[in-house]
């Protein structure tokens, strides 16, 4: 069973940045892909970004492309998300997820297990 737990969401004013952490443990996370997805308030959860199980494959959406950086310590189980020049509208709760299998990355169904997010909000 792996269990996952965000952290370093907060409040943060337009153009600003945060780093999410996603902290594994049950089990080592080096042969799991793992991926970022947020929810803002009365949305459907939608994808952010996700990393292969090796780090060498990374996959965004247009919406944060060039914004956000993806990345992994096998080392330390643990998943980040580098956020900079953030806008009002990525204000969401941010999960990561992860999965040992293959499947579509940018589909929420495709992830067996969710940490219970992280809640970021930017100013305007």
């Known amino acids: 069973q792996v269990q996952l737990v965000e952290s370093g969401g907060g409040l943060v004013q337009t153009g600003g940045s945060l780093r999410l952490s996603c902290a594994g443990s049950?089990?080592?996370?080096?042969?799991?892909?793992m991926g970022w997805f947020r929810q803002a308030p009365g949305k459907e959860r939608q994808f952010v970004s996700a990393?292969?199980?090796?780090?060498?494959?990374?996959y965004y959406a247009d919406s944060v492309k060039g914004r956000f950086t993806i990345s992994r310590d096998n080392a330390k189980n643990t998943l980040y998300l580098q956020m900079d020049n953030l806008e009002p509208e990525d204000t969401a709760v941010y999960y990561c997820?992860?999965?040992?299998?293959?499947?579509?990355?940018?589909?929420?169904?495709?992830?067996?297990?969710w940490g219970p997010g992280t809640q970021v909000t930017v100013s305007s």
């Open positions: 990393i292969s199980w090796s780090g060498i494959y990374t």
């Open positions: 997820a992860a999965n040992a299998g293959e499947g579509q990355y940018d589909d929420d169904n495709y992830y067996n297990y």
């Open positions: 049950g089990r080592t996370l080096n042969s799991y892909n």
